[in-house]
């Protein structure tokens, strides 16, 4: 079946880079994303990646994606205290009988210290 | 409208009470999800609305669940004899259909006291 897992907390320095990791099972997944969800709040889109891309850079946030794996990678270069939060990876499997339903990791914590 | 919204922000019910969450779509979006956050859990999908098809109810936890959608837009997800295990947030998201992005609401947050 569908599956996506994340390591659950990550710590680091403000100003250092952070990478969150994700794993996923389904090989005809055709989107996956990236979701924050601060204290309290909804799940902010961060950024998305077409299955067929390997990098996607969007300002401070880097995108990695190894499909032969089933490997997806958050990096936030130059981290802010603002950025701490959940990041949650999630997949649109492929269209097998799929209706395009988010599946999700069960979040990073990313905890920022000054 | 610019997001999706959700309404009420916040419910606090009895135990056995039934409770209606409002969910609104990015205007324009055919498709609408309905997901739920119980505390220390991750993101439980509980229906899927598409256009005019059959929606995909494989997610609801019990028949004490139900959503509907209106016109292609507004959806309402009711939960019946409400139960403390149900307290949590409701999510609302949508998109313009299947494989394109997906948005979010600010969740409707229910405590089943």
């Known amino acids: 079946g569908e599956d996506v897992e994340q390591s659950l907390f990550l710590s680091v320095r403000e100003g250092d880079s952070s990478v969150i990791n994700c794993t996923y099972t389904?090989?005809?997944?055709?989107?996956l994303y990236w979701y924050k969800q601060e204290p309290g709040a909804g799940l902010q889109l961060l950024t998305y990646?077409?299955?067929?891309?390997d990098m996607k850079q969007d300002q401070r946030l880097t995108v990695l994606l190894n499909k032969k794996d089933k490997h997806l990678s958050l990096r936030i270069a130059d981290t802010q205290t603002g950025d701490s939060a959940i990041y949650f990876c999630?997949?649109?499997?492929?269209?097998?009988?799929?209706?395009?339903?988010?599946?999700f990791g069960q979040g990073t914590t990313l905890q920022v210290k000054p | 409208g610019a997001g999706v919204s959700q309404s009420p922000s916040n419910k606090v019910t009895e135990k056995g009470k039934d409770v209606e969450l409002r969910c609104d779509p990015i205007?324009?979006?055919?498709?609408l999800y309905w997901y739920r956050q119980s505390l220390g859990q991750g993101l439980e999908f509980l229906i899927y609305?598409?256009?005019?098809?059959?929606?995909?109810k494989s997610g609801l936890p019990s028949d004490r669940f139900s959503a509907e959608r209106t016109g292609g837009s507004v959806s309402t997800l009711t939960i019946q004899r409400t139960q403390q295990e149900d307290s949590a947030v409701y999510l609302c998201?949508?998109?313009?259909?299947?494989?394109?992005?997906?948005?979010f609401g600010e969740g409707s947050w229910l405590t089943v006291v």
């Open positions: 609305f598409q256009g005019n098809s059959a929606p995909d």
């Open positions: 389904d090989s005809s997944s055709t989107y």
């Open positions: 998201a949508s998109s313009s259909g299947p494989q394109t992005t997906i948005y």
């Open positions: 999630a997949e649109t499997p492929g269209v097998r009988g799929n209706t395009g339903k988010l599946i």
């Open positions: 990646i077409f299955s067929n891309m």
């Open positions: 205007s324009g979006h055919t498709a």
